[in-house]
Structures are given as structure tokens and as C-alpha cells.
């Protein structure tokens, strides 16, 4: 039995055998909610706060908060920190634990740990035991020529994938622990694997409403155990993760500093709160206003205020890390905007919301997360943007299955009459005995995107309703993106960024290549020219902007422009060697352009900043096999297909370097060994194989029957 994964997180090209196939399985229709899906992603609320203040009430009972609500403008870094008048913005201020927390707060940390938030990460070993391990719950479960079986062992779990053989046979046996369960159990829970401080994905999820199954994305792309969880999932699935900056998925020991989402997420640092208290300074030093020392999202202006919820709920088509800046730097009473530029598909300003698929692939044409839904609102535009995520959701807590409707209702309440609705009470209640009003003006839509809204955010009068027309324009007017903030009426407009401002043109062209690479079907190689002029001016403007530099080599070598692309991403790593993406790009970028024996020093050096990912000995292997150097790339490809048994494009390039060597008898069993295993596109293999001009040396080598 093999304790291993198998394909790399990029795409790569391999000999016939090793492109792997879509795994052909039923797509599941199903509401999978935000806290348990990993896709390049964002996951759940993370807002904390006991009263909601009521739309349309003020919050602002000193001054110096409502100072805040204008410091919106993504400028200097040191200028936002300085002029909040929140204490614990500064990035020198610690985070505490959050037991810390709870020693006065003890209410709200109990209530909280029942939160899906306060379970969005944790241990397996101390997570409540939610899934079915017998048959009842799907297992074991057979799909696409995999059998795979999670058992419970004591307090472990492991997760078992057997690729099966032509006949049916076990052929090939994977088993990881499974050490992190991710997602409260609500809708479902995720889990992760972890090899040498790397985190990997498994292929098994728990969906609480049909048992086991692959988890989200795999039926398109199955990645086996080899799937990694970037940082940027974590940012929102965990409280803090300890990233190793420029690697994909290393972290440093002991992985996560608190594992469900936290008090600070929310509320700051609380370093200096926490000392003012067991300094003496209690509630009398802040009985004349706020207590600056942290962080209480109720005090703020809408755009600070719902800052904090959209560190983890805007989603956006596209999100761009501002220059200098990373997601981790955010702190609660700072405008996310100044780390994170979100970007909508324009088209889609006055589309209807997701209660469809999107066609694979491509982003639905509508807006499909909680915050772009709520801001299409009449509720939301009628409140001129005061109306947020706490105006209906108390974060410490969920109100009682049975007490849901009559909770809602009564935020509802809060701003309409009984007499608002259009239809007498005897009518409502024949349809809805609890006279709910989420059930008519907030349906529940099932989606198989990932963080899409499992619920209409619009708010319709009806269903059917289309949403509010805007009149938005996207900067430049020929990008067919728009800011986020130029849609959200919370956006202060002295704020806003002007079209001209070197650091909005720099966000909108990086964001415009990953629109090209990810949904062609909104922006293509038209904008290619355009593009290429805003990242030039952004990499003059800061030669050190590493992401812009990447998006400039990225968008010239689209356009066949390839000793400068290749010029851009070399002095990236001139300045950052260990960037993991840069290193892969540049010796792919290099391998394209015939330059092998450097391509070859690139991908050694990415085997050993992340020995994990399958792609990466699969391409040093085939370098060396351009150069002739077989006996480096048999020993490579020994032990690729030692950590990664289904990596068929090792295989295949070991059997070749059998065949070159005159090892016919072993190339025989290799190959034999490949057949057993069922590869994709096993005819092509065949084929290969069968006319192969090296086996004409050895007349022993026999066609195995087929």
C-alpha cells in the first residue's frame, strides 16, 4: 500500500498516457454552503458582535470613529494606520489568544463555539464525530475506476483511495491520515493531509445532506491527495495560518495559530486590550466612548464595518492583492480595499442571481456571493448603503432552528411595517404557517458553484424579480471588469480611486490576465495590447512589484514575446528565489522556448523547495530526457513513481529511458505494471508502445494481448 498522492497543481503536458481524464461522474446538485469548499478561495463570515444596530441608526457616538468611515482610499499603507483612531491597527500590535478572550467575555466564547465559524477548522482528533463510516453513509464508494473507504480509527481518521484494475482488481492502494477537518458539519466537512509541513486536500468529503462523496471541484479535476490548500483558503477556513511566504502550500510548525476562526479576526489584535484590563484600565476608562484599544465592528461606518465581513465574503470574479500588500496584513477599522482589489464581470451588473449552474468552466453571468447579491438589494440601495451583514446576522450566534423564521422576521421588522406585505396574513400563513419572510424574499437556491449564496442576497419582492438597475462603468471604459467599489455604494466617492491612479491601472491589468487564464469568455486576447501598456507602467512605476512582473511576463508571453517574458520572471526571483510560482513559470516558460538544460536547473530547484507536487519531477525528468541524460532521468522518475504510483507520465518517460538503456525486460514490466494500472487514454499508451522503434531491437518484446 502506497502512502502518496499523484498529479501537481498546474497543468502540464505529458506523453499520451499521463493527461489525466474529467472524472465522468453525476454532477451533485447540491447547497453546499461557504464552509467547507476550497477552490482558490474564500469561505465564511467572519464578524463578530453582540446588539446589530438597526438600518438607518447611527453608531457613531464619538467623533474620531466617524473619521474613520472617509479613510478609504488604498494609498499609503503607513497614512490609513496612522490616521485610524483604533490602536490596535498597528501591525506591531500581537495577537493574544483567544482563552484570553473568554476570561471576560465567557458568554459570547460559549455561544460562539456552537457558531459555524468558532467550527471551521479543527484537529480530527477533537472534532465532533459527524460522518457515517458504514454503508449507510456511501462507503465504501466506487467512481470512475476508484474505490475509496474512510475509516475511524480511536481519534484518527484515514482515507483510503484504490485505483482498480481493468478487471476490477485492486491494483494500486493510497492511504493518508487525515489530520484537519475543515467546515462546521453544517452542510459538510472537508479534510486535510499533511507531508512535511505541506497541506494537501483529500478526494473524500462529508456532504451532511448524502454521505461521502468526491470532494468539490474533483469531479472535474481530480487531484487524488495532491490537491494544495494555498493560503489563500486559509485566510478564511482557519484562524491563522502560518504560511512560509512564497511557497504554495509549506507552513511553518504548528501550522495554524488558533484553528478555528477567532475573537481577532474580527475584532483586531487584542494585545493592548487585554493589558488595559489587567492594568486596571476597566470599563470606567471607557465609559466617556469607545474603547480604541480594539475593535468594535458596530462602531464603524458601513465601509469599515463591512470590511470585516468582506475579508471573507466578497468573492468577486477575480481579487488582486494590492502592491506591497498581502490578505494577512488587513486588520479590522481598515478599508479591505487597501489589500484586496475584487472585480465583477461589468456585463453582469444587472444580471439575475445564481439559482443556476454556471457552464463549466466559465463564471455564471450574475453575481453570485452574499455581498454582491445584498448590494443589488432594494433594502441595501433604499438604506444608502447603511444596511450590512449585521443588520440580519448576529455572528456570536444562530438563533434556533425553530426560532428562524420568527427571528428574521423580526429584523425585517425592524425597518418594514406588518403592513408592508402585499398579501393579507391569512394568505401568508397559508403558505408559510410561521409567516416567514425569508421563505418568499430569500429563497434558497441549490448550486453546485463553489461559495456561491445558498440563499437570494437580492432580497426580491419576488422570486422572479429582476434586481435593481445600476448604472456603473467600468475603468477604463474598454475593460469588461469593474471595481467592486465603483458597484457598492458604500464607497465613498472622494475616495474612490481616480482612472489615472497608477495602482488602480496596475490592479485592473493584473486582474484582466487572470480573468484571460480563468474566464476566457470575459475577457480575451483582444486585450492583450492594453493590458501589456498597464503593466509596464506598473513595473517603471515599482520594479519591485513582484505580482505585476509575473502578469507582464504572463501577458507577453501570450503574445509570442518571449526573451523579455522570460527577462520579467527571472528578475522576479533575482529578488525572491524561493517563489514557488515564479520558479515553476520560469522553467516552463523555458522548456517551451527549447532551452532545457536551464529549464532542467529551475525545476530541480522547485523539486527541492516543494518535493510534492508530481509535476515538478515529471518535467526534470523530461528535461533530461531532451538532453539526453537518461540515466538522470530514469533515477528521477524512480523515485517520482515512488512518491506519486499514478503519475503516469513518469512512468512512461521511465519506461523510454529503459527502452534507451537496452533494459528491455524491465521496460516490459514497467509497461505491464502501467497497463495494470488502468491509465488514461489507455489505447494511446498502447499505440505508443506497440510502435515504438526501440523495440524492434528486441524481438523478445512481445505485444501483450489487449
Not at 454503508?135 to 475509496?148: I, K, M, N, S
Amino acid at each position: 500500500m502506497h502512502r502518496g498522492g499523484n498529479n501537481g497543481f498546474m497543468s502540464h503536458s505529458m506523453p499520451p498516457a499521463a493527461n489525466p481524464g474529467k472524472r465522468r461522474i453525476p454532477v451533485r446538485i447540491a447547497s453546499i454552503g461557504l464552509g467547507i469548499l476550497f477552490a482558490c478561495g474564500f469561505a465564511y463570515l467572519i464578524w463578530m458582535r453582540t446588539n446589530p444596530p438597526r438600518q438607518g441608526e447611527s453608531t457613531l457616538s464619538n467623533p474620531q470613529v466617524a473619521r474613520t468611515a472617509t479613510i478609504a482610499k488604498p494609498g499609503d499603507w503607513s497614512s490609513l494606520v496612522q490616521a485610524s483612531p483604533y490602536r490596535n491597527v498597528h501591525p506591531d500590535v500581537a495577537y493574544v489568544s483567544d482563552a484570553s478572550c473568554a476570561e471576560c467575555h465567557s458568554d459570547i466564547a460559549a455561544s460562539y463555539a456552537k457558531h459555524p465559524m468558532g467550527r471551521s477548522l479543527s484537529p480530527v482528533g477533537v472534532a465532533e464525530i459527524i460522518e457515517n463510516f458504514t454503508a449507510e453513509g456511501r462507503l465504501p464508494l466506487t467512481l470512475d475506476g476508484h474505490a475509496y473507504q474512510v475509516r475511524r480509527d480511536g481519534d484518527r481518521q484515514f482515507h483510503r483511495e484504490t485505483r482498480l484494475s481493468p478487471t476490477g482488481k485492486e491494483a494500486l492502494v493510497t492511504e493518508f491520515e487525515a489530520v484537519y477537518a475543515v467546515g462546521s458539519g453544517r452542510t459538510g466537512r472537508s479534510y486535510l493531509i499533511e507531508r512535511d509541513g505541506h497541506l494537501f486536500m483529500s478526494p473524500m468529503t462529508w456532504y451532511a445532506d448524502h454521505g461521502w462523496d468526491l470532494s468539490p471541484g474533483y469531479e472535474v479535476n481530480d487531484s487524488h491527495f495532491n490537491r494544495p490548500v494555498v493560503a489563500e483558503c486559509l485566510f478564511c477556513h482557519a484562524n491563522r495560518a502560518l504560511h512560509v511566504e512564497g511557497t504554495a502550500n509549506q507552513y511553518e510548525p504548528p501550522i495554524f495559530a488558533g484553528h478555528a476562526i477567532g475573537c481577532q479576526r474580527c475584532h483586531g489584535p487584542g494585545e493592548l486590550h487585554v493589558a488595559a484590563r489587567e492594568n486596571g484600565g476597566g470599563d470606567e476608562a471607557v465609559a466617556a466612548g469607545p474603547d480604541f484599544t480594539i475593535v468594535n465592528p458596530a462602531h464603524l461606518e458601513p465601509p469599515l464595518r463591512e470590511s470585516v465581513c468582506q475579508q471573507c465574503h466578497l468573492g468577486g470574479l477575480v481579487r488582486v492583492e494590492t502592491r506591497g500588500r498581502q490578505r494577512e496584513d488587513f486588520r479590522p477599522g481598515l478599508p479591505w480595499s487597501a489589500v484586496e482589489a475584487v472585480f465583477l464581470p461589468a456585463a453582469s451588473t444587472d444580471s439575475t442571481p445564481a439559482a443556476s449552474d454556471a457552464p463549466a468552466g466559465e463564471p455564471a453571468d450574475r453575481f453570485v456571493g452574499h455581498v454582491e447579491q445584498m448590494h443589488q438589494s432594494g433594502c441595501y440601495t433604499g438604506s444608502m448603503g447603511k444596511l450590512g451583514c449585521i443588520s440580519c446576522h448576529d455572528p456570536h450566534q444562530l438563533p434556533e432552528e425553530a426560532a428562524k423564521a420568527e427571528y428574521y422576521r423580526r429584523r425585517c421588522l425592524d425597518c418594514h411595517g406588518e403592513a408592508d406585505c402585499q398579501l393579507p396574513q391569512d394568505e401568508r400563513r397559508a403558505q408559510q404557517a410561521d409567516d416567514s419572510c425569508i421563505a418568499c424574499h430569500m429563497p434558497r437556491a441549490s448550486t453546485r458553484i463553489q461559495h456561491a449564496a445558498a440563499t437570494d442576497h437580492r432580497i426580491p419582492r419576488s422570486p422572479t424579480a429582476p434586481p435593481p438597475r445600476r448604472t456603473t462603468v467600468p475603468s477604463p471604459t474598454w475593460s469588461p471588469l469593474i471595481a467592486f467599489d465603483a458597484f457598492s455604494l458604500t464607497q465613498d466617492p472622494s475616495s474612490a480611486p481616480a482612472a489615472n491612479d497608477p495602482d488602480q491601472s496596475r490592479n485592473i491589468a493584473i486582474a484582466l490576465m487572470m480573468a484571460m487564464s480563468r474566464h476566457p469568455k470575459v475577457a480575451d486576447r483582444s486585450l492583450l495590447p492594453q493590458t501589456i501598456g498597464l503593466l509596464r507602467q506598473a513595473v517603471e512605476h515599482d520594479p519591485s512589484d513582484a505580482p505585476a512582473r509575473e502578469s507582464l511576463a504572463f501577458a507577453l508571453e501570450r503574445s509570442r514575446d518571449f526573451s523579455p517574458a522570460l527577462r520579467h520572471l527571472e528578475d522576479v526571483l533575482q529578488r525572491q528565489p524561493r517563489r514557488e510560482t515564479t520558479l515553476a513559470a520560469t522553467a516552463s516558460m523555458l522548456a517551451s522556448a527549447g532551452q532545457w538544460s536551464a529549464a532542467a536547473e529551475r525545476w530541480d530547484r522547485a523539486r527541492k523547495l516543494n518535493p510534492w507536487i508530481a509535476r515538478y519531477w515529471y518535467e526534470l525528468a523530461r528535461c533530461y530526457a531532451q538532453l539526453g541524460r537518461w540515466s538522470d532521468c530514469a533515477a528521477t522518475c524512480i523515485e517520482a513513481v515512488e512518491r506519486f504510483p499514478d503519475s503516469f507520465g513518469a512512468r512512461q518517460l521511465l519506461i523510454e529511458s529503459q527502452l534507451v538503456a537496452g533494459r528491455f525486460g524491465d521496460a516490459q514490466r514497467e509497461y505491464e505494471r502501467m497497463l495494470e494500472l488502468n491509465p488514461p487514454k489507455v489505447e494511446s499508451v498502447q499505440r505508443w508502445w506497440d510502435d515504438h522503434p526501440l523495440r524492434q531491437q528486441s524481438p523478445s518484446l512481445g505485444r501483450p494481448p489487449r
